[in-house]
């Protein structure tokens, strides 16, 4: 066994993270054919799942047909309200996929 630094693990952690996470929208984008996905974080101070967030796919066939500019719900009850933050087109998802090709 590896001794590592903080560093060193958090870029071995997230590596892991990042090719399970392309796995899983490539895996999405194969099913649903989203236009991308978008970050939502639960800002909902009086929540036990207050900063918790979601990779949700939007497009034509999922359940939100563009990146919502208001608060929601992933799961119907007030506690569950997120906000989208951030997004990416499906078109970056591939983009990065060429470059990582590249390195290799």
């Known amino acids: 066994m590896q001794k590592v630094t903080f ?5 071995l952690f997230l590596a892991k993270a990042e090719k399970e996470l392309r796995e899983i929208f490539e895996t999405q ?11 939502s974080v639960n800002q909902m101070f009086d929540s036990s799942r207050f900063g918790h967030k979601f990779l949700l796919p939007y497009g034509p066939n999922n359940t939100h047909k563009v990146v919502p500019t208001q608060p929601f719900s992933v799961d ?7 906000c989208a ?3 990416m087109p499906k ?5 990065d996929a060429g470059k990582q090709q ?3």
Not at 29 to 39: I, M, N, R, S, V
Request: proline share 3%; net charge negative; hydrophobic share 30%.
């Open 7 to 11: 560093g060193e693990l958090c870029e």
């Open 76 to 82: 119907g009850l007030a506690s569950g309200t997120v």
């Open 29 to 39: 984008d194969a099913k649903y054919a989203p236009d991308g996905w978008f970050l």
């Open 85 to 87: 933050t951030h997004y």
């Open 102 to 104: 590249g390195q290799a």
């Open 91 to 95: 078109e970056e998802l591939n983009h």
